[in-house]
């Protein structure tokens, strides 16, 4: 079965924090995707990377970056928090570079707290 | 406009009744995918179903059941005899080639099942 772990399940953190949502997969999959979800919002795509070192802009980007150093893992930095990121945050990975062709896994998603 | 739309904010029903889902997608692409995914209260989402752009034949599996009509860009999620375990919100997402290649998800809003015992 694939794997897709977030780092934490809860977080709080503080306005002006810096913040790292770490996420793993243990499946060997090239692409790797943030997402935000928001009630009556959906998912809507932070970021996603289809390769080491490469990244691309999704939907929203603003106010965030990505990290994929590693194949299997992809983090996803708040440079500074503040609290309209208040949210909960989904990693989810796929096994291709034509990601939309394949089915999509998805950690537990991290519910995090701006205060 | 959204180019994924479930009209659907929440549904709610009795068990063992059946429930229909709706997905509606607009694409200007000949070549795409359609995907449901179910999130339980545990949070995490679960694929359900994949289907391309060219295969328009109806799928069931168990109490599941996907009506596919290109004609109305729709994909319809049905559940038969639904149960309390159904309940969940469900994702119908729609992945077409952007500029440079990548086919990228896009979701809808999602639709929240309540089914009461």
């Known amino acids: 079965d694939v794997k897709v772990t977030q780092s934490s399940r809860y977080l709080v953190k503080r306005t002006g924090e810096k913040v790292f949502l770490e996420c793993v997969q243990d499946m060997d999959h090239e692409n790797m995707f943030w997402y935000r979800q928001d009630p009556g919002l959906g998912l809507r795509l932070i970021y996603f990377s289809y390769d080491v070192k490469m990244k691309e802009k999704g939907d929203i980007p603003e106010g965030y970056s990505v990290s994929r150093e590693k194949k299997e893992r992809f983090s996803l930095i708040l440079e500074s928090a503040s609290t309209n990121q208040t949210s909960m945050y989904l990693c989810?990975?796929?096994?291709?570079?034509?990601?939309?062709?394949?089915?999509?896994?998805f950690g537990p998603g991290t519910r995090l707290t701006v205060l | 406009a959204q180019k994924v739309t479930q009209a659907q904010t929440e549904i709610s029903v009795v068990e063992k009744e059946d429930v229909t889902l709706d997905c509606v997608y607009e694409?200007?692409?000949?070549?795409?995918?359609l995907f449901w995914y179910k999130q339980p209260p545990s949070g995490e989402l679960v694929f359900l179903i994949r289907?391309?752009?060219?295969?328009?034949q109806n799928e069931i599996s168990g109490r599941y059941s996907w009506n596919f009509q290109k004609s109305t860009s729709s994909f319809n999620f049905t559940i038969t005899a639904s149960q309390v375990v159904d309940s969940a919100v469900y994702f119908c997402a729609l992945s077409e080639v952007l500029t440079g290649g990548s086919y990228i998800p896009t979701f809808g809003r999602g639709t929240s099942l309540i089914v009461h015992p």
């Open positions: 694409t200007r692409d000949t070549t795409y995918y």
């Open positions: 989810a990975s796929s096994l291709r570079r034509l990601a939309g062709t394949d089915t999509q896994y």
């Open positions: 289907r391309n752009s060219f295969d328009e």
